[in-house]
C-alpha cells in the first residue's frame, strides 16, 4: 500500500473513532481522508457512514 | 491491542500475531522471508532478521494482525500522521492512523494503527476483515 499521491493536503491531527452499530453502519468520525485501490486520495472527510451489509446501492457508504 | 495473540519472543524483538485478524495479505512474507515464512515452523523466526526490518515490515500489514515489543530500545510503531480508509476492490475498508473501534454500547474494542473492517457482511469475525468476502463472491467496486 502506497502513501497518497494526489494533491490533496491530508488532514491529520487527532484521531479517528469508528462506531460499530448493532445491526447498523459503521459511522466514523475524525478527519480522514478516503484512498482508492491505487492509494491516491479520492476526497476527504469528518464523518461518514459506511456500508458493512455489503448490501448498500452506493458502496461504500 | 495484542489480546490473543501468540507471541514469537526474539532477543531483540518480540512479534505478536492474532491469527484471527490475518487475512493473508502476505506482506511480510513478501518483504521479509527470512523472518516471515508460512512454510516454515514456526513461521515466524525474529532471530533471522534486524530488528528495525521486522518492524518496518510489520508496519505494513494491513490487518493489524502483526505486531512487535522491542527489546533492544528502538522506537515503537509509530501513529500515523493522518487517518486513512482504503477502499478495497471486492474487499475490506483497510483504515490506518489512531484508530479506535467502539461497539454500539461505546466500549473500546481496538485501538490500533491498522485495521482491514469487514464490508462483505460475510466476516465471522466482524467488525474485522476474515476473508470470507472471497468465498461469497463480494463484488464492490474500490470507487
Not at chain 1, 24 to 39: C, R, V
Not at chain 2, 68 to 93: C, F, M, S
Request: hydrophobic share 30%; aromatic share 6%.
Amino acid at each position: 500500500m502506497k502513501e497518497p499521491q494526489t494533491g490533496l493536503t491530508l488532514k491529520g491531527e487527532g484521531g479517528l473513532t469508528i462506531i460499530v452499530g448493532t445491526n447498523d453502519s459503521y459511522e466514523i468520525k475524525g478527519p480522514f481522508t478516503i484512498l482508492n485501490d491505487a492509494g491516491d486520495a479520492v476526497f476527504q472527510a469528518e464523518e461518514e457512514w459506511f456500508c458493512r451489509c455489503g448490501h448498500s446501492s452506493n458502496k461504500p457508504f | 491491542m495484542a489480546t490473543r495473540a501468540r507471541t514469537y519472543a526474539g532477543e531483540h524483538i518480540d512479534v505478536n500475531y492474532e491469527v484471527r485478524r490475518c487475512i493473508h495479505a502476505e506482506e511480510c512474507v513478501r518483504h521479509l522471508r527470512e523472518v516471515f515464512d508460512n512454510k516454515k515452523t514456526p513461521w515466524v523466526q525474529p532471530d533471522n532478521g534486524t530488528a528495525d526490518a521486522i518492524a518496518d515490515t510489520i508496519h505494513h500489514c494491513p490487518s493489524g494482525a502483526l505486531h512487535y515489543v522491542r527489546k533492544d530500545g528502538g522506537a515503537t510503531e509509530p501513529i500515523p500522521a493522518h487517518n486513512t480508509i482504503q477502499v478495497d476492490e471486492d474487499g475490506p475498508l483497510y483504515v490506518r492512523g489512531n484508530v479506535t473501534v467502539i461497539n454500539g454500547k461505546g466500549d473500546e474494542i481496538l485501538h490500533d494503527t491498522r485495521v482491514a473492517l469487514c464490508r462483505c457482511g460475510e466476516s465471522n469475525n466482524k467488525p474485522f476483515c476474515d476473508n470470507s468476502h472471497i468465498e461469497s463472491h463480494f463484488e464492490a467496486s474500490a470507487r
